[in-house]
């Protein structure tokens, strides 16, 4: 059973950065897709990022884009998501996920249903 760890999440103030980076506990060649999801108090979980084992697959949410950045080093089993021009609408518990399925279409790799593991989460609080 594949174990996932967040760390990197505090508190920064609104135009702030933060990385947030995930470890799997085994070799993420394995976890075809990754990703990043969010959920802030009283919403549901809401996409964020998600990139395959390749790198060559990558999706954003249209939240993310142009601010965020998802990637991965496999040598280190780990998936980084870099967060610039942070808003207070970006507060959230922030949760890696990975699954060991291809998942060939946007609407799949936007599913929290299609993925396998998750990590605790890691809280992240914008302030204005």
């Known amino acids: 059973q594949a174990q996932l760890v967040e760390s990197g999440g505090g508190l920064v103030q609104a135009g702030g950065s933060l990385r947030l980076s995930c470890a799997a506990s085994?070799?993420?060649?394995?976890?075809?897709?990754m990703a990043w999801f969010r959920q802030a108090p009283g919403k549901a979980r809401e996409f964020v990022a998600a990139?395959?084992?390749?790198?060559?697959?990558?999706d954003y949410a249209d939240s993310a884009k142009g601010r965020f950045t998802i990637s991965r080093d496999n040598a280190k089993n780990t998936v980084y998501l870099q967060m610039a021009s942070l808003k207070p609408d970006d507060t959230a518990v922030y949760y890696c996920?990975?699954?060991?399925?291809?998942?060939?279409?946007?609407?799949?790799?936007?599913?929290?249903?299609?993925?396998?593991?998750w990590g605790q989460g890691i809280q992240v609080t914008v302030s204005s």
């Open positions: 996920a990975a699954g060991k399925r291809f998942l060939a279409v946007t609407v799949r790799r936007r599913s929290p249903n299609e993925y396998d593991y």
């Open positions: 085994e070799r993420t060649f394995s976890m075809l897709f």
């Open positions: 990139i395959d084992w390749t790198t060559t697959n990558i």
